[in-house]
């Protein structure tokens, strides 16, 4: 039934234009209700009728009266004209209208009769209360029971309450959804009833659902809604379930706790302190974290000392929920919290890592700095004798500076990155954090920190990590400064971040390097891995220069030069000419034949074609062959330009496989 209505809805679109401009315009602009009630009476169910019947329903609903109800009234049994008939009773006032809606409910059946209900429900129709009830002892229809209880719930007078009541007294329905209307119909009566002033039977009727045989979800959203009723009596309550209630109900608990008004934080919260030490650790955290989640006045001057109290003598997770709350509150005292990470540092407790970054990074920069620095009093001895609790913490402040990218902490950082024998994680952390807060002018004390570092993958991570942050050709400058006053190894370790960098300053500083004997090999060993693609043109006319220079490393040098060509993204034309120019400079063989890597990386008829041009040098003429044909099966379809390149492998080539695979192209169609 219903895929055909919504077939026949779909028609209604295209019964739209059969429907003349005129004739629509003349029942929409309408105020002559008799002519309206003219309109939907008239025979036929063709879908031109029923569009014009449902746009004088629409109009109907703007200025019809009781002398429209029985016309609209005669098509709610119809399916397809039930909806917008009803779209102008609901809002047509007056008793007629309420009347004529519950007359219908014992001729109608199906979506027709769930839609008549739900109008009553929209109208709050007092009246139609004990009808439904009759209709709801006769149905066996799921949905229309479901309607039923919707309807009473949006009514929410005393009968219609009290007959929700005595169906949630019943044994319950087989049909979850059945439950949760039921439970849905009570919540929203005890909403209506609260915007009354009728609290305390709203969190009546609340409690009642909380506390029935319902779906899970129904029964969080009853105790969630009946404690907020309950306002400043609600603290018991709230000390009950916090205290011994299922982690269901202290979830809902806690929830409730971050929303209840102002007005009555002062008893709730008070008496929430009170019981705040009695609980398990793990729900003395949750519960600070929850009350520090308000917002208003009262709750924070009543939670700062409780919370201060913590900081000093609580457990590590309570102490790291205070410290959270803290922040939140905007009003804790930094002296405060600093002695509280050196207590914590000091002693042998668990500490949640993870939990321990979040709470000082969540407080306000003017809190948080400081205790964020506290690694700048640890000494070597302590730095290298770490207990599994000053690790946790050091770490967390660690993370934290980098977070906050607090530029005072690199002094630090620097110390525990040369301190030797420090934890390798600890190490790490501070080396990260480094690259993420230095500036242009502490850039050295991230190279300084990394001298000692053997693993070059993460040299050029933390490297790179700075001066992706940094302007690049300040940057370059600032470390190009550095250069001249750093031993060999410090030098080989500048010319890696240089090629971190990138750019025209950092690529200057590695070719004039190049040139030094004593930095030669790192320096033409950097050209070979340069990796900004902007810095082509530079970088091929340094390396093409110092491959025809008499320089031991012209091997590498040509080797870098053509690598440009291979791997970066350069127009076709500039990568064969520079395959020629690496040809023609290149004088080991295996260098030569590096340049139709090139060509297999570009699959166009102009690289077969410069492959074959090589097919007159003997040593490369098969190689060359073999690119041509490799390209060739890669290019979709063929032409003419193409087939005579083929034909021209099999007129110079010797391989049989070749003039094989070179056979299959000129075949393809």
């Known amino acids: 039934m219903k895929k055909y209505i919504h077939l026949f809805l779909a028609a209604l679109v295209c019964a739209a234009s059969a429907v003349s401009a005129q004739d629509q315009q003349s029942i929409w602009n309408s105020k002559d209700e008799s002519f309206l009630i003219q309109v939907i009476e008239q025979p036929g169910n063709a879908p031109e009728d029923i569009f014009k019947k449902n746009l004088a329903c629409k109009r109907l609903a703007i200025v019809g009266s009781d002398a429209a109800v029985p016309a609209l009234a005669a098509m709610l049994s119809d399916d397809l004209l039930n909806l917008n008939a009803r779209t102008a009773l609901e809002v047509i006032p007056g008793g007629t209208v309420d009347r004529a809606l519950i007359d219908s409910l014992s001729t109608l059946n ?3 009769l769930i839609g008549v209900i739900d109008t009553l429900a929209m109208r709050k129709v007092d009246d139609a209360t004990a009808p439904l009830a009759d209709l709801l002892a006769k149905t066996e229809d799921n949905d229309v029971k479901k309607a039923i209880f919707n309807a009473w719930g949006y009514i929410a007078s005393d009968e219609s309450i009290d007959l929700l009541l005595g169906e949630l007294s019943k044994e319950r329905d087989s049909d979850y959804k059945v439950n949760a209307a039921l439970a849905d119909g009570l919540i929203r009566a005890a909403s209506k009833l609260d915007s009354e002033g009728k609290t305390a039977k709203a969190a009546e009727l609340c409690g009642a659902v909380s506390e029935a045989e319902l779906p899970q979800f129904n029964k969080n959203g009853a105790l969630y809604n009946q404690l907020l009723y309950l306002r400043a009596d609600a603290a018991d309550k709230l000390v009950a379930i916090l205290t011994n209630g299922d982690d269901n109900d202290f979830e809902v608990a806690l929830k409730t706790v971050r929303e209840f008004s102002a007005e009555d934080s002062e008893p709730i919260v008070n008496k929430l302190l009170d019981i705040c030490q009695n609980l398990p650790s793990e729900r003395q955290a949750l519960l ?57 540092y000091r002693a042998e407790k668990d500490v949640p890592y993870d939990s321990l970054v979040e709470a000082i990074a969540a407080l306000p920069p003017t809190v948080g700095n400081k205790p964020a620095l506290l690694i700048a009093d640890k000494t070597s001895d302590e730095l290298t004798s770490l207990s599994d609790t000053q690790k946790a913490v050091l770490l967390a402040q660690i993370k934290v500076l ?7 902490g690199a002094p630090a950082l620097l110390e525990i990155a040369n301190t030797k024998g420090v934890d390798s994680q600890v190490r790490d952390s501070a080396v990260a954090a480094l690259s993420e807060i230095v500036t242009l002018d502490e850039l050295n ?22 001066c992706t942050r940094l302007p690049r050709e300040d940057c370059a400058a600032a470390v190009v400064k550095m250069y001249d006053e750093v031993d060999k190894a410090g030098k080989e370790k500048l010319l890696s971040l240089l090629k971190q960098i990138g750019g025209r300053t950092a690529l200057s500083a590695v070719v004039k390097a190049a040139s030094d004997p004593e930095m030669a090999d790192k320096a033409t060993e950097i050209l070979g891995q340069w990796n900004t693609p902007e810095d082509a043109a530079p970088l ?9 220079s008499s320089s031991k490393y012209k091997t590498r040098a040509i080797r870098a030069y053509i690598r440009i060509p291979r791997q970066f993204d350069l127009p076709e034309d500039l990568r064969i000419k520079m395959s020629k120019i690496a040809f023609d400079t290149a004088t080991r063989p295996e260098d030569k034949g590096l340049i139709f890597e090139i060509f297999k990386r570009m699959i166009t ?34 032409s003419p330009e193409l087939q005579e390149a083929m034909k021209r492998v099999l007129e110079t080539t010797k391989s049989q496989d070749l003039k094989d695979r070179a056979s299959k192209v000129l075949e393809r169609q």
């Open 540 to 548: 091929a006319t340094a390396c093409l220069n110092l491959a025809k």
């Open 288 to 344: 600070i974290a929850a009350l520090g989640d308000r917002t208003d006045n009262v709750s924070q001057n009543l939670l700062l000392p409780f919370l201060e109290e913590q900081i000093q003598n609580g457990k590590s997770d309570v102490l790291v929920a205070a410290i959270k709350a803290s922040g939140r509150c905007g009003k804790a005292d930094p002296n405060r919290i600093y002695e509280a990470l050196e207590t914590l």
């Open 445 to 466: 004390f991230l190279v300084s920190a990394l001298e000692q570092e053997e693993d070059e993958s993460k040299v050029d991570w933390y490297l790179r990590a700075a």
């Open 605 to 638: 008829i102009n690289s077969v074609n410069a492959a074959l041009s090589y097919t007159d040098q003997p040593e490369y003429c098969e190689k060359a062959c073999e690119t041509a044909v490799f390209i060739a099966e890669k290019i979709n379809g063929t």
């Open 110 to 112: 199906g979506i027709s």
């Open 402 to 408: 980098e977070l906050r990218r607090i530029a005072e």
